[in-house]
């Protein structure tokens, strides 16, 4: 159980922190809101104390005995802000200490992670952008606000992520604090990063199609990583279970030749590509134009040809400097025989690093928690395991070593 100080600032998505206090606390954590007083034009305190099960406050003089302004910043495990608007970011980067919430944003000692939300015009302002620089440049995590429908008409960058995205971001904080602090540098700033997620879907007629278990997780959980450290990121998703993280751009694709279209265009202009996508590896010969019957058939006989290996052909064909990444789904009886396995695949493949996972038993497929082997051509790099969002945070960290990236590795 971590202590969690939820800062709401007053903007329209100040409602969907309430969800963020509920998933916080599914997880078991404990959640205390400070919001602004501008916040309670939104959401009254009532809410916010039914959900968390603690009183709240705005300003610094109720219980002042207990010097809450202080104690609660040195005391939390996790500062979390959904959403800070332009004023919140304006006051926390001068420093400012004129209500409980930048209080704690100077007492803290823990992790602080940030969810701009806005409408664009503010987000893009050189006054935000500014006040954002400053907050990364000491130690702030600020996540990037997801693209789409804002108040009234509008539309474009500036929206709070979704609640489910917002818990992922602050779980990963818990677990690796050295994300946040002065020392943590957005160690993938410059770089460009395209990730492949989920299972493709090869048709057999206009109503079916083969597909696979993949749930995308790992993929969106690499794409988060990348993008929270900095990368500019594409995530390339077949079928996903989940929604793409914020700030990534996203392109879909449907079938094992679509993922190869789109990684072979993509791929000239990005420095490290990943693919933590399941293809298909065989699609049907010639699917049916017309449904496939089954009147006057006591079986069907598909007949499939093996698709293109996407990852063999980026990496052939992979420019100077840049690094491929591959993933191994292999069902192996113990570690060595997994390691033998991706040593193997590593070698046929020709990428530069293999993320090994032992599917045996219908493992890692959909879970929120993966274990994984690392390797190069000269061995393993790392062993990892936990949640997806702290394996890819693993994975970026080796990618990183693999570049000689004078790195702080973020990950045990
Ligand atoms: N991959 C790919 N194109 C395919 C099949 C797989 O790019 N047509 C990629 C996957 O995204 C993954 C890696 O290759 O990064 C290994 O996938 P895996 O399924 O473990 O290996 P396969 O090549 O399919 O070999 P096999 O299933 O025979 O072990």
Known sequence: MARVILGVAGGIAA??????????????HDVRVVPTANALNFVGATTWEALSGHPVATEVWPGAAEVPHVRLGQQADLVLVAPATADLLARAAAGRADDLLTNIL???RCPVVVFPAM???MWLHAATRANVATLRERGAVVADPDSGRLTGADSGPGRLPDPVEIRAVAETLLELPALAGPAAARDLAGLRVVVSAGGTQEALDPVRFLGNHSSGLMGIGIARAARLRGAEVTLVAARMDHEPPAGVAVRRVVSTGDLAEVMTELAPAADVVIMAAAPADFTAARPAEHK?????????????????????????????????VGFAAETADNRAELVRLGTAKLARKGADLLVCNDVSGGRVFGDADTAAVIIDRAGIVAECAGSKDVVAHSIVDAVLAHRGHPAHPVTP
């Open 15 to 28: 409602y969907k922190a309430c969800e963020v206090i509920r998933r916080l606390r599914d997880s078991g």
């Open 292 to 324: 496939i019957k089954k009147e006057g058939r006591e079986g069907l006989t598909l007949d499939l040809v093996q698709t293109t290996d996407v990852l063999a052909a980026l990496a052939a064909g992979r420019r100077p400097g840049q690094t491929v």
């Open 106 to 108: 100077l007492t803290a």
């Open 119 to 121: 409408h664009t015009e």
